[in-house]
């Protein structure tokens, strides 16, 4: 399943991914592909526009399949994949494909991760975990992991508050993650975060207050960092 492919630019080399919302009330197998990636156009230059969103709400998720909304051409950063099951056994081990939101580029300044969103069946809203994993391919851009509250910058306007102190956050396999936007005294609460070897969680200069912290092999203690 596919969504098809978004606007491409005059040159005809960027074919962005599209934005879908899938809502199953019993299982979700997925033994072929869900894709909004984003490829390469047709005068093979290696550019791609952006990869698209992928929602997912179901009771239970199965199958060997793939969930992407990752970049398959290059110098592209990834694309958003949230999925929330309902039922209150269901757990993410039920399903053994892969789900991907990386980014690619030739240009290691032009490409960063995307991000994905599980929330298991006994979890609560915005209690999962925000992974962000870049497939190993190198990037200098950060991904952004944003909680705001009623803040003006030159970057973003908003007055909408995310919550994240229930949920988890991991960074891996070569990822770069930053906390760009705190609350408005500057802190931000999440339940875990696990940043892994060969990736990196920037504050940006704000505070980050979590219940359990794993940076590589060490688990750090209770406390704010």
Same mark, same amino acid.
């Not at 492919?5 to 962005?16: A, D, F, V």
């Not at 093979?44 to 992928?54: D, K, V, W």
């Not at 599980?118 to 851009?141: D, R, V």
């Not at 508050?161 to 931000?188: C, M, P, R, T, Y």
């Given at each position: 399943?596919? /969504?098809?492919?978004?606007?491409?630019?005059?040159? &005809?080399?960027?074919?962005?991914?599209?934005?879908? @919302?899938?809502?199953?009330?019993?299982?979700?197998?997925?033994?072929?592909?869900?894709?909004?990636?984003?490829?390469?156009?047709?005068? &093979?230059?290696?550019?791609?526009?952006?990869? &698209?969103?992928?929602?997912?709400?179901?009771? @239970?998720?199965?199958?060997?399949?793939?969930?992407?909304?990752?970049?398959?051409?290059?110098?592209?950063?990834?694309?958003?994949?949230?999925?929330?099951?309902?039922?209150?056994?269901?757990?993410?081990?039920? #399903?053994?494909?892969?789900?991907?939101?990386?980014?690619? &580029?030739?240009?290691? !300044?032009?490409?960063?991760?995307?991000?994905?969103?599980?929330?298991?069946?006994?979890?609560?809203?915005?209690?999962?975990?925000?992974?962000?994993?870049?497939?190993?391919?190198?990037?200098?851009?950060?991904?952004?992991?944003?909680?705001?509250?009623?803040?003006?910058?030159?970057?973003?306007?908003?007055?909408?508050?995310?919550?994240? !102190?229930?949920?988890?956050?991991?960074?891996?396999?070569?990822?770069?993650?930053?906390?760009?936007?705190?609350?408005?005294?500057?802190?931000?609460?999440?339940?875990?975060? /696990?940043?892994?070897?060969?990736?990196?969680?920037?504050? #940006?200069?704000?505070?980050?207050?979590?219940?359990?912290?794993?940076?590589?092999?060490?688990?750090? @203690?209770?406390?704010?960092?």
């Amino acid at each position: 399943m596919s /969504t098809g492919l978004g606007q491409s630019n005059s040159y &005809g080399h960027q074919k962005p991914g599209a934005a879908m @919302k899938l809502v199953v009330t019993g299982t979700l197998n997925v033994d072929g592909t869900i894709s909004s990636d984003s490829y390469t156009g047709q005068d &093979g230059l290696p550019y791609a526009g952006c990869p &698209g969103s992928i929602n997912i709400t179901a009771g @239970k998720l199965t199958g060997v399949g793939a969930i992407s909304a990752k970049t398959s051409g290059q110098n592209s950063a990834g694309g958003r994949v949230a999925i929330r099951l309902t039922k209150s056994t269901s757990v993410f081990e039920d #399903f053994s494909g892969k789900i991907l939101a990386h980014g690619k &580029g030739a240009d290691s !300044k032009k490409t960063s991760s995307g991000t994905v969103y599980l929330q298991a069946g006994n979890e609560p809203e915005k209690g999962g975990t925000i992974i962000i994993n870049n497939n190993g391919n190198t990037s200098q851009l950060y991904t952004p992991v944003m909680a705001t509250a009623n803040i003006q910058s030159d970057k973003y306007v908003t007055d909408e508050i995310v919550d994240f !102190k229930n949920a988890s956050l991991v960074v891996e396999n070569s990822a770069l993650a930053s906390v760009e936007i705190a609350d408005a005294n500057g802190v931000f609460n999440m339940n875990a975060v /696990t940043v892994a070897e060969g990736s990196k969680l920037d504050l #940006f200069g704000n505070t980050l207050m979590v219940k359990s912290a794993k940076l590589g092999d060490t688990k750090l @203690k209770v406390g704010t960092y």
